[in-house]
């Protein structure tokens, strides 16, 4: 990582500060290292120890040159020590560190390990591997090479050593498009499919579901195998660990990436195995950010075709979760992702649309609309609009609540919210009288001179054609509106 400028004239540096800048340039590596691994991959930390902080270790040469030593010593005690060490520092590896995957033997002296007959150093190696997987991508590719004898122990019958190359696996899935390409090639489909359906531990089938969550990612050649395949698996593990929270998050995120690329037709298969009716019982005892990939599983499903959001909210439990959801103000995260599935469901049919207004998701929008960021807003806002225009109920909604917020969009940058606002105006002119309308628009004297900026300053014609002919209506009856 380049510095962010360059000092034209620099004094010779002092052994210090060159270490000091070394040091400087390894945390912001390190740092660059953890944004990298933000989204699918996973590290293994040592609970038992506490964290080194970014600036609390340096790993030089000698250090990797002592490491490489003793993971070649005939002792046990100093292979286990290298190899212990070596998984912790990967946690946040240095340059120097680095190098020792990239140009040196580590990965050879870890497949070593690995052909080993040794359990205890199995399972460090393994950890090492995770760590290098959960790495940047040079890194990550380095590990590939390491497959063939990672699936040799998925395979196998110690579940310690199964459950830590299933999460190596997973963590090398998660890199791209190319990896999972190469480990689809390697046969890696299979057998993870087969632990995740014979799994009755819990932690391993929750590390198996990672690494399929993570195969499932697209882009990828393979689709199809992974869904007909995983698919009976997800709705026999629902059913069989449905108390069990942990595994049922990791379930629902393999359902998530099911449904994000699944066809019609698969969306149909979906339905008619149990996997709806298992994560909406699983819902009722969950809260907070585990349920966002149930409640994303649910809004893939209701993103699809009418009849399939129909069948959707006629399910036991699904509007009563959104609304649950929405009301849930401790994870912006999950409210944002059941605000998307009432955007859907309220876009489809009108008796789905009555089914939402019955359950009372309009009080939660309105307050959502008025109180909220922009962000929240709009998702909500979509959803007002919908139920205004699919279920002609612009006359049943707190319109002198609303008006302000939907005028407030018409003022602001966001070209998007700016035809919400528009379009919100027009629904009043639209399903109220014209009197009503024009009154409504009266008590908030922002509303006329918004709507007259808006036709000077944008660069939309439609947009200006409209707000035009709603500013002469809102003239041309103002003499009967008074």
């Known amino acids: 990582m380049r510095p962010r400028f360059k000092e034209l004239y620099k004094p010779i540096p002092s052994g210090r500060d060159v270490r000091q800048r070394r040091l400087s340039r390894e945390v912001q590596l ?22 080194e902080t970014e600036s609390e270790y340096e790993f030089t040469r000698s250090d990797t040159e002592n490491i490489a030593s003793k993971l070649k010593s005939a002792k046990h005690d100093d292979r286990m020590s290298a190899l212990t060490e070596l998984s912790t520092k990967l946690e946040q590896p240095s340059e120097e560190l680095r190098k020792f995957v990239l140009e040196g033997a ?15 150093e199995k399972l460090q190696c393994l950890w090492c591997l995770t760590n290098i997987a959960a790495g940047e991508k040079n890194m990550a590719e380095k590990a590939l090479a390491t497959v063939p004898y990672l699936l040799t122990l998925v395979s196998g019958v110690n579940m310690e ?36 359906k014979d799994a009755t531990d819990g932690m391993v089938l929750q590390t198996a579901c990672f690494a399929l969550s993570n195969m499932a990612r697209k882009p990828n050649t393979y689709f199809n195998s992974l869904f007909d395949l995983a698919l009976p698996i997800m709705a026999k593990q629902l059913e069989a660990f449905h108390d069990n929270s942990e595994c049922v998050v990791e379930l629902a995120w ?192 922002a509303a006329i001179d918004a709507l007259e900026n808006l036709v000077a300053v944008t660069a939309d014609d439609d947009t200006r054609a409209l707000v035009s002919v709603l500013i002469d209506q809102y003239y041309q009856d103002d003499v009967q509106a008074v």
Not at 33 to 43: A, D, I, S, T, V
Not at 108 to 116: E, T
Not at 162 to 171: F, K, L
Request: with cysteine; hydrophobic share 45%; net charge negative.
């Open 30 to 51: 390190r740092r660059l290292h953890r944004e990298q691994m933000f989204m699918g991959k996973r590290l293994r930390f040592r609970p038992s120890q506490e964290s």
């Open 106 to 120: 580590c990965i050879d002296i870890l497949i070593g390990f690995l052909n080993a007959t040794d359990a205890d």
């Open 161 to 196: 050593l199964q459950n830590q190359a299933i999460w190596a696996i997973g963590n090398l899935a998660a890199e791209g498009e190319t990896e999972r390409e190469q480990l689809f090639a390697n046969g890696v489909l299979q057998p993870l499919a087969e632990v995740a």
């Open 254 to 445: 393999v359902c998530t990436y099911l449904t994000a690329s699944g066809s019609d037709a698969q969306l149909d298969q979906i339905a008619a195995t149990g996997v709806i009716d298992g994560l909406l019982r699983s819902a009722r005892g969950m809260t907070g950010a585990a349920l966002i990939p149930v409640v994303r599983t649910l809004g893939n499903i209701a993103a699809g075709t009418d009849a399939q959001t129909h069948a959707l909210v006629g399910r036991d439990g699904f509007v009563t979760l959104l609304v649950r959801c929405i009301e849930e103000t401790s994870s912006r995260a999950l409210e944002k992702e059941a605000l998307w599935v009432v955007s859907n469901v309220t876009a489809g049919r009108k008796d789905d649309v009555d089914a939402m207004v019955t359950a009372g998701i309009v009080t939660d929008l309105v307050r959502i609309v008025e109180k909220q960021n922009f962000d929240i807003k709009k998702l909500a806002a979509y959803s007002l609009l919908n139920i205004a225009i699919i279920a002609h109920r612009v006359s049943v909604l707190p319109n002198s609540r609303l008006l302000p917020v939907f005028v407030e969009f018409i003022r602001c940058q966001d070209e998007e919210l700016v035809r919400m606002g528009v379009q919100y105006v027009a629904l009043l002119f639209e399903q109220l009288s014209t009197v009503a309308a024009i009154q409504l628009l009266r008590s908030i004297p």
